[in-house]
């Protein structure tokens, strides 16, 4: 039978990590596109790592940093009185560092497609960076910045290594509809396997699908 | 009434030419200086230091008593209220002509924003479209108010009509020259238009390429630089081919090859 307790989940970590990325993402990527600095590279690099790492890697990795002796994980437990591992925000934390460059990638490749003459012209016309940032560059890569949001959602939405390494696999806290699908083949639940294959397939498809549609070709592409 | 603009800036490129451009004189209020010369001289680098785009290497642009860079510290473009129309334009294509002009700072309401357009002959229907939907000279306009709406204390125009085909030229032309002396600011051209600077400009400062890169060659009132180029590459900068190889007898009679010179004007 479908878990539809681990969609719900899922769909929920998607949701805020979208949201996360979309207010840490776009900051992020103005200043990879316009600072002078070298350790501009640096970062770029930095939130590429995990499109190239095992996720088990990047999953180990952040339980160290999350775990309770971790600083992080013991000025956590100070505040909410409870670990960051094996907890929903733990998982948040962890699919934000994940899907980072899904979500960056594509906000710089729309921001630098804006017409860098259009931004000095709004700075000639006595308008600051940020007012500059919200009435010409977004509006101009708002497509992009879509994509890049979309893809955040369908990439988290499919999230297995880290997840697991982080949230292990507590129903209605960490197990995801990934981990549900592997719990399934697991008990040779082949039928609940499919369906909740079948479901995510489809899912992550109109998501997709509703992407490219509205953007008439490829997601990360700028048209101003 | 303007402020006086003084120009002198040095600005290199890593592993590239250096642009120099000291003028001696400030630019006037009213009075408008025509940079003129070949491509690759700097005139584009020129009008972006002093737009503040770009950086002094050393050198000093001073607005009235405000030093807008001394090549240690700089004004953003934010803070020196330029009017800037590049070459590209650069109109906001997802705002209409009106919201356009009506996008700068202290630039107004809809209402200045439309009747600054019919000013320059933009009725309002053309003020409701999308600059994609407008022609060249149309969009000449549309630039032309944005830059003009926040009542800017300087006014860099880079090659403003170069894109226009000749009747639009000729009837922007003389728009510009008396919108620019309503204005009464210092006003900066770039021109390749020999025509056009002569039309517009009270001052001509010509470029050429030096052994490091774009400088100053010749600097002065429009009629009397045209009249008078003081050296060959100045002449030929102007588009004059014209040029002969002068030399002086014993008595001191010019003479071009085995023509004999009657004018007292000779130069170089």
């Known amino acids: ?224 | 009434m303007g402020e006086p603009l003084l120009v002198q800036l040095t600005r290199t490129y890593p592993r590239g030419p250096t642009v120099r451009v000291h003028l001696d004189t400030p630019l006037l209020p009213g009075e408008v200086t025509a940079l003129f010369g070949p491509s690759g001289v700097g005139k584009t680098t020129t009008l972006r230091c002093v737009a503040g785009l770009e950086r002094l290497d050393a050198g000093l642009i001073q607005h009235g008593l405000t030093v807008w860079d001394d090549g240690r510290r700089a004004l953003p473009p934010q803070a020196r209220r330029v009017g800037f129309v590049g070459q590209d334009l650069a109109l906001f294509p997802h705002l209409r002509a009106w919201e356009n002009v009506a996008y700068g700072r202290g630039a107004g309401d809809e209402a200045r924003a439309r009747a600054l357009l019919l000013e320059l002959g933009l009725g309002p229907q053309e003020a409701s479209r999308p600059p994609g939907q407008l022609s060249g000279g149309q969009r000449q306009r549309v630039a032309l108010a944005r830059a003009l709406a926040p009542n800017p204390q300087v006014m860099l125009l880079d090659e403003p009509l170069s894109a226009l085909d000749a009747t639009s030229r000729d009837a922007l032309r003389g728009l510009l020259r008396e919108t620019l002396t309503r204005l009464a600011v210092p006003t900066l051209i770039v021109t390749h238009d020999r025509a056009e600077a002569l039309a517009l400009a009270d001052r001509l400062v010509v470029m050429v390429a030096g052994p490091h890169g774009g400088e100053l060659a010749q600097d002065g009132a429009a009629a009397s630089v045209l009249r008078a180029p003081n050296t060959e590459a100045v002449a030929r900068a102007l588009g004059f081919d014209n040029v002969w190889t002068v030399r002086r007898d014993d008595a001191g009679q010019a003479w071009a090859g085995t023509i004999r010179l009657l004018g007292r004007s000779v130069s170089g």
């Open chain 1, 1 to 224: 039978m479908i878990d539809w307790v681990a969609i719900g989940l899922s769909v929920k970590l998607a949701g805020i990590t979208s949201a996360l990325l979309l207010a840490l993402g776009l900051p992020l990527a103005w200043w990879i596109c316009f600072s002078a600095r070298r350790a501009r590279r640096v970062v770029e690099a930095l939130i590429a790592l995990p499109l190239v790492l095992p996720p088990t890697v990047l999953g180990f990795y952040l339980l160290l940093a999350l775990g309770p002796r971790s600083p992080v994980g013991r000025l956590y437990a100070a505040i909410v009185g409870d670990g960051l591992v094996f907890s929903f925000e733990g998982l948040i934390v962890a699919s934000v560092l994940y899907s980072l460059p899904f979500a960056v990638q594509p906000f710089v490749a729309a921001f630098e497609g804006v017409n860098r003459g259009l931004i000095e012209a709004s700075w000639c016309l006595g308008r600051s960076n940020l007012e500059t940032f919200w009435r010409v560059v977004l509006p101009l890569s708002a497509r992009g910045v879509l994509a890049g949001v979309v893809l955040t959602f369908a990439h988290t939405l499919g999230e297995f290594g880290v997840v697991l390494m982080i949230g292990g696999n507590l129903s209605g806290e960490t197990r995801t509809v990934s981990v549900a699908i592997y719990d399934a083949v697991q008990a040779l639940d082949y039928t609940t396997a499919g369906q909740t294959s079948a479901l995510l397939v489809a899912l992550s498809f109109v998501t997709l699908l509703a992407l490219y549609t509205t953007r008439g070709g490829t997601p990360w592409a700028s048209r101003s």
